[in-house]
């Protein structure tokens, strides 16, 4: 086993180093459902662009991840289909004018929509894509008052209180719900045949009527109406759009949010052809990148992660920080680093910026795993060059402030925990629009400071992390991971965390974790678990094995164990196996995003997190 552990890590080695860019990044891509395409392609024939070539290699795309049945899906054991992403593709097949209505595949498209409760089923981004075209009427609950966004902080929910990733997304779909915009042209396909009536009243029930009049009666009492109002909330959603805008004319980089923000641009009065539009439209087509089943235009890049990450796990093979490759990730890290303040400062305004984010052009938009990662990749190289220290120092210090009251870290923002909002009728409230801390995100966090900042028990914020890991742990002895698939991802984070600043292997919380562990180990060793555990928010076995959670599953046995134990050695021949497979398991995505939504397939995982697991045996037993 030694020796295909070393060839494994050298084989991992060399393909990771001959991915590299020529400006020192990896370049991996972030694939997710046909949400994207399906959108870029209602967004170029809703304004005119024919972009042909385009168009038609996202239509590709789309009919090549079709299943039998007609309906999409956004994982392999995800029942007959989504009712979404199904939506979402069929409309774009037919606006594409590629695609015949009569394809037996569209036929079936189309029954699976009406058995699944027609377009009015849909979840909430859907509905609006689909009010935007003019398909739906707006959805009552989303014909919240614009002059909400003036609404002080001080008020019982502001827009200050939902994250910034659904902030974003709020405004563009305030503006245009506001104004009943929607653009339709007679290329525009009628899916009128697809609302199921019964639910299209539903949509007007007592709980979406309660929930407006309450923000009414809000906006009524806190703002004395000045006759101008109106006109000031449209004007300042606009700023507030224009304001994080990134270089490359994307609204905080993320493709879906750009797509609302150019029909909410549209809808104030400007023009297609005007340089912010033109300019998102270019940034937005600058996302596609190449999957096994055509190109696939990605919801943002996940370049800075992927090469914080890389740098790290061919460090933790002993490579050295002086290596040409680790100086150029290095270099690409530095120049990525964060020197505007962003929304993250509304909670945290003190702090001095110098986080990370998460893609490529990210410059207001930073976080705390995206950060730490990026830590543990340059702290190397502050030895090789003394000019790091600073930013090394900025970067630490800016992790320490983002710590949240109750001990625990979350992604974005600081204490953006304002529960109420998981009370809007929004499938998955909580997990959309705030911020609360997290176990992936506490574990990974007390991780870096431990292992990276030498930081232990005797510090009183690794204390209150601890505490509040401990006190969140499931009854079973698991963790719940916000970002990752998703027990299995927490319950890594977590033990990995603790053991890092000091916690005793025998406490009683790294004992439950690892028995936890052990106890869903797959019979071939390795480990596996569905996105429907994302869903139902408990633990889904995929009854098949990842190459990225074996492992993260073994990484955090391996932290809680002096010595290899037959659950370890079986798992470890298990992920080596899995290193030179290609299959729907080396595809399956372990990345969340939106439950039941969006969810990543990151083609770096089955690289990065297999290497730095066997770097860790080697390294601890070998």
């Not at 506001?178 to 709980?207: A, M």
């Amino acid at each position: 086993m030694e020796k295909k552990i070393h060839h494994t890590i050298e084989y991992l080695t060399n393909v990771l180093r001959a991915a590299q860019e020529e400006d020192g990044s990896w370049h991996y891509c972030f694939e997710s459902g046909p949400m994207t395409d399906a959108y870029m392609i209602i967004l170029l024939r809703s304004l005119h662009d024919d972009d042909e070539e385009l168009i038609k290699i996202l239509v590709n795309r789309l009919l090549a991840i079709q299943n039998k049945n007609g309906a999409w899906k956004l994982f392999k054991d995800e029942t007959d289909g989504n009712l979404s992403a199904t939506i979402d593709a069929y409309f774009a097949l037919r606006y594409s004018g590629y695609v015949d209505e009569q394809d037996q595949l569209m036929v079936r498209a189309k029954s699976f929509i009406i058995k699944n409760g027609g377009l009015t089923n849909a979840q909430e981004l859907t509905k609006v894509m689909l009010s935007l075209t003019g398909q739906l009427p707006w959805p009552i609950h989303l014909q919240i008052p614009i002059e909400f966004i003036l609404l002080p902080r001080s008020s019982p929910i502001s827009l200050y209180d939902f994250v910034g990733y659904a902030r974003v997304n709020i405004v563009p779909i305030l503006i245009t719900s506001n104004l009943k915009y929607h653009l339709k042209s007679s290329r525009t396909p009628d899916l009128s045949d697809l609302i199921v009536q019964r639910q299209l009243n539903e949509d007007t029930s007592e709980l979406s009527r309660g929930l407006l009049t309450t923000v009414k009666k809000e906006i009524n009492k806190l703002i004395n109406f000045p006759k101008n109002l109106r006109s000031l909330a449209f004007e300042n959603s606009k700023q507030f759009m224009l304001s994080r805008i990134e270089p490359d004319g994307t609204l905080y980089s993320y493709f879906v949010a750009t797509f609302f923000m150019v029909f909410a641009l549209l809808s104030l009065g400007y023009s297609k052809h005007d340089s912010l539009i033109v300019e998102a439209m270019k940034g937005s087509k600058n996302l596609i990148c190449q999957t096994k089943d055509g190109y696939h235009l990605e919801n943002c890049t996940s370049t800075v992660w992927d090469t914080a990450l890389i740098s790290d796990s061919l460090q933790q093979t002993g490579i050295n920080a002086t290596d040409p490759m680790i100086i150029k990730a290095g270099e690409y890290l530095l120049s990525r680093q964060h020197y505007k303040y962003g929304d993250w400062a509304l909670n945290n305004s003190n702090t001095t910026p110098g986080g990370w984010g998460f893609s490529d052009i990210n410059t207001i938009l930073p976080d705390v795993d995206d950060t730490t990662a990026s830590l543990r990749a340059i702290k190397g190289l502050t030895s090789v060059n003394p000019s790091y220290a600073n930013n090394w120092s900025r970067g630490v210090q800016w992790v320490l402030s983002m710590q949240n009251n109750d001990g625990g870290w979350s992604a974005f923002e600081k204490n953006t925990d304002n529960f109420l909002l998981s009370l809007l009728p929004v499938d998955g409230a909580e997990r959309i629009f705030i911020d609360p801390s997290t176990s992936d995100l506490s574990g990974r966090t007390l991780e870096f400071l431990g292992k990276d900042v030498r930081f232990n028990t005797a510090y009183p914020q690794i204390q209150s992390g601890i505490q509040w890991l401990v006190k969140n742990q499931e009854e079973n002895g698991s963790w719940y991971g916000r970002w990752g698939i998703s027990y299995i991802y927490g319950t890594w984070a977590a033990i990995t965390g603790l053991t890092a600043v000091g916690i005793r292997k025998n406490h009683r919380s790294i004992n439950k974790g690892v028995n936890w562990l052990q106890s869903i180990q797959n019979k071939d060793g390795g480990w596996g678990e569905s996105c429907l555990s994302d869903i139902y928010n408990r633990y889904v076995p995929l009854h098949a094995s990842t190459p990225s959670q074996t492992a993260w599953a073994l990484d955090a046995l391996i932290s809680a164990a002096d010595q290899p134990t037959n659950a370890i050695n079986k798992g470890i021949m298990q992920l080596i196996d899995s290193v030179h497979q290609s299959n729907w398991k080396t595809e399956y995505p372990t990345g969340a995003g939106i439950p039941g939504a969006f969810y990543i397939h990151y083609h770096s995982y089955r690289y990065i997190w297999p290497l730095l697991t066997l770097s860790h045996y080697r390294k601890k037993y070998l």
